[in-house]
T-cell receptor
């Protein structure tokens, strides 16, 4: 069975600080996909990134970066120079690559508050 | 703009009522999903559908059923609502294939069962 753990329930940082959201996953499959989604106060989850298990390259998109390490089964998300608009609940998720298996297993989420 | 629309943002029902939650997507997506979101539990999959009239149970299907008569519409049904079904319900859709891994979500329906 798959599992995603986001140990940080809530984080608060002052604007312009950097912040890292942790995600640890468990799966026995060798082919899988990892995701991050953002849920702002409006409630609608927004896709941020997808990573497959064969691609361990770190990724940077503007102020966002992701660190994927298979050795520690982690897929951490860093926001650099945080802004108030980054305040949201962030979910990490995992999907294994079985044909017909459309299930996405989500973590419990990390609520990030950026203090102006 | 692509859109997943859930019919109600807030809903209050009484125990034992039959409840319909509607979801419509305008992206011609094959796959549609119903999740519930509870504090401390994250999102849990109730049911999903990969085609019209097809459905698959998710992780917590008990007490729920679904209907997908048309490609764009996926309904979640609570046959006899109970207080433990008070939750935020999220609908999502996505296309087929590896290149369409992104889920598009609706804004959610906060259901309160009294």
């Amino acid at each position: 069975a798959q599992k995603v753990t986001q140990a940080q329930t809530e984080i608060s940082v002052v604007e312009k600080e950097d912040v890292t959201l942790d995600c640890v996953y468990e799966t026995r499959d060798t082919t899988y996909y990892l995701f991050w989604y953002k849920q702002p106060p409006s409630g609608e989850l927004v896709f941020l990134i997808r990573r497959n298990s064969f691609d361990e390259q770190n990724e940077i998109s503007g102020r966002y970066s992701w660190n994927f390490q298979k050795s520690t089964s982690s897929f951490n998300f860093t926001i650099t120079a945080s802004q108030v608009v980054d305040s949201a609940v962030y979910f990490c998720a995992l999907r294994i690559s079985n044909f017909g298996n459309e299930k996405l297993t989500f973590g419990t989420g990390t609520r990030l508050t950026i203090i102006p | 703009d692509v859109k997943v629309t859930q019919s109600s943002r807030y809903l209050v029902k009484r125990t034992g009522e039959k409840v319909f939650l509607e979801c419509v997507q305008d992206m011609d997506h094959e796959n549609m999903f119903w999740y519930r979101q509870d504090p401390g539990l994250g999102l849990r999959l109730i049911y999903f559908s990969y085609d019209v009239k097809m459905k698959e149970k998710g992780d917590i299907p008990e007490g729920y059923s679904v209907s997908r008569e048309k490609k764009e519409r996926f309904s979640l049904i609570l046959e006899s609502a109970s207080t433990n079904q008070t939750s935020m319900y999220l609908c999502a859709s996505r296309g087929q294939g590896i290149q369409n891994e992104k889920l598009f979500f609706g804004s959610g329906t906060q259901l309160s069962v009294l």
